[in-house]
Each structure stands twice: as C-alpha cells, then as structure tokens.
T-cell receptor, first 111, second 113 residues
Framework: QKEVEQNSGPLSVPEGAIASLNCTYS??????FFWYRQYSGKSPELIMF????GDKEDGRFTAQLNKASQYVSLLIRDSQPSDSATYLC???????????FGTGTRLLVSP | NAGVTQTPKFQVLKTGQSMTLQCAQD?????MYWYRQDPGMGLRLIYY???????DKGEVPNGYNVSRLNKREFSLRLESAAPSQTSVYFC????????????FGPGTRLTVT
C-alpha cells in the first residue's frame, strides 16, 4: 500500500467551479504536507504547504488538513482552464527531509 | 538565479551503456534529491544527500549510484542501463529553513533500448 494515496482522476470541472482534490496518508508521523502542480512534460512546482490542522488559504487555493483522519485536501476556487494539470500530494515526516508523493490527480477544467 | 539545472534534457541509451545525469543548484541548499517518475507510479526517491559529503538510499536505489561533488552539484550514474530504467528523472533541492520546500529541476527524459 502506497503511503500517500490519491485518486488518479481525471477530475473534470467546468470553468468557474470549485475543484476539490483529496489525499490520504498512512504514516501518522507525517507532519508537513505539500501540494505540487505538474503540467504535462514539466517539473512539479509547489502550490501550497500545510502543517497545522485546519485550513490555509492562498489566493484561489485552500489547503485543508485533518490529522485525526489522515486527510489532506486542496480546493481550487474559480477554476480556470490554466489550472488543468496533475496535482501531486506529498507528506514529510518531521526530522527527515524526504517527501513521499502520491501518484497525482489529473484535473481538467473545461471552458 | 537559475534554480535547479539538469543536463542532459533527453538521452537515449542502449542496454548496458553507462551515463551520468548532472544536477546543480545555485540556491545554497544543503539537501539534494534524485527522483524518477513513471506513469501511474508517481515520483519515487532514488537517492538523496542531506548535506555535502553524505548520501543515502531512497525507495528505488538499485542500478544507480550518486556523487555529491560539492554543495551545488549532485550527480546520478547508471553503470549498466536497463530498459526498466526508462523514465523521467528529476533532481530537486530543499530549502531547509523550516518547511522543507523542494525545488525541482526541469527533468531528464531517458530512454533505454
């Protein structure tokens, strides 16, 4: 069983809608969580990180963390076609510098 | 700043050939990483270097060797390439200022025939 699980998708949403991307993790020692966006043929780029329970907002993006449920999510408000990409969830155990990545969820935003 | 750079961008090898993938960062990061990315498998850690002079195995180290040449450079060597090593390879470096945010290079697309 992979330590970080994501639905591979594709998740299809219309332009302007809210896209909700989900991720679960198995290692209860995980302390920091990251969302990366990866366009086809490109390298991952960091969108957000979160390490406290609750919500963290940055522009159109909101990351949510629930450590009791071992669940991380990313909400994208007012989705745009340019948001179409694969979103990678990653977890890090405090004291280590290694990230464990999920396989990613492909998001398609239609005009 | 160029960030994280990788060479080459593309490479085709025959089975049994060797090659070295180069990675350099100019952000004064202590830690550097090599990942491979395969369809449906996500990013998997091959080796990492927490600091200059140290290297450690990741999830899939077999068939690879690494060298942390100095603080800036971290190379990945395939001694005898196999078709199973066909993949996209990413180098990354980490800002260890508290959050471990990783910055990725542009990747090397390797095909082994």
């Amino acid at each position: 069983q992979k330590e970080v699980e994501q639905n591979s998708g594709p998740l299809s949403v219309p332009e302007g809608a809210i896209a909700s991307l989900n991720c679960t993790y198995s290692d209860r020692g995980s302390q920091s969580f990251f969302w990366y966006r990866q366009y086809s043929g490109k390298s991952p780029e960091l969108i957000m990180f979160i390490y406290s329970n609750g919500d963290k907002e940055d522009g159109r993006f909101t990351a949510q963390l629930n450590k009791a449920s071992q669940y991380v999510s990313l909400l994208i408000r007012d989705s745009q076609p340019s948001d179409s990409a694969t979103y990678l969830c990653a977890a890090s155990n405090t004291g280590f510098q290694k990230l464990v990545f999920g396989t990613g969820t492909r998001l398609l935003v239609s005009p | 700043n160029a960030g994280v750079t990788q060479t080459p961008k593309f490479q085709v090898l025959k089975t049994g050939q060797s090659m070295t993938l180069q990675c350099a960062q100019d952000m004064n990061h202590n830690s550097m990483y090599w990942y491979r990315q395969d369809p449906g498998m996500g990013l998997r850690l091959i080796y990492y270097s927490a600091s200059e002079g140290t290297t450690d195995k990741g999830e899939v180290p077999n068939g690879y060797n690494v060298s942390r040449l100095n603080k800036r450079e971290f190379s990945l060597r395939l001694e005898s390439a196999a078709p199973s090593q066909t993949s996209v390879y990413f180098c990354a470096s980490v800002n260890t200022g508290g959050v471990y945010e990783q910055y990725f290079g542009p990747g090397t697309r390797l095909t082994v025939t």
